[in-house]
């Protein structure tokens, strides 16, 4: 089993930035968790939960049109981590923040509140 625990989120203003972090343990090494996909999703109030960015194991990476140029995805096997910086918030950024490992099959963290407000 994995366990996914996300943190970073938080209130920010508009314009602000934050760096989501989430860490994978369990029965798990660095070798496997790196030859795999890892994503962020986000979930609004009332909406679905939608695709924000993703990065391969070749650290290909890949984002949702309404982040592309204000959110970067980057990991680090060692530690088991995968990252979200997010810059120029804006309210519509919203959301509950999942990470996903795509293992055997798709494990979820429990998710941190990004709030933009003023």
């Known amino acids: 089993q994995v366990q996914l625990a996300e943190s970073g989120g938080g209130l920010v203003q508009p314009g602000g930035s934050l760096r989501l972090s989430c860490v994978a343990s369990?029965?798990?090494?660095?070798?496997?968790?790196?030859?795999?996909?890892m994503g962020w999703y986000r979930q609004a109030p009332g909406k679905q939960r939608e695709l924000v960015a993703s990065i391969t194991s070749g650290t290909n990476t890949n984002y949702a049109d309404s982040v592309k140029g204000r959110a970067t995805i980057s990991r680090d096997n060692a530690k088991k981590t995968v990252y979200l910086q997010m810059d120029s918030l804006k309210p519509e950024d919203t959301a509950v923040y999942f990470c996903?490992?795509?293992?055997?099959?798709?494990?979820w963290g429990q998710g941190t509140q990004v709030t933009v407000s003023s």
């Open positions: 996903n490992f795509q293992w055997y099959r798709p494990f």
């Open positions: 369990g029965s798990i090494s660095g070798s496997i968790f790196g030859s795999y996909t």
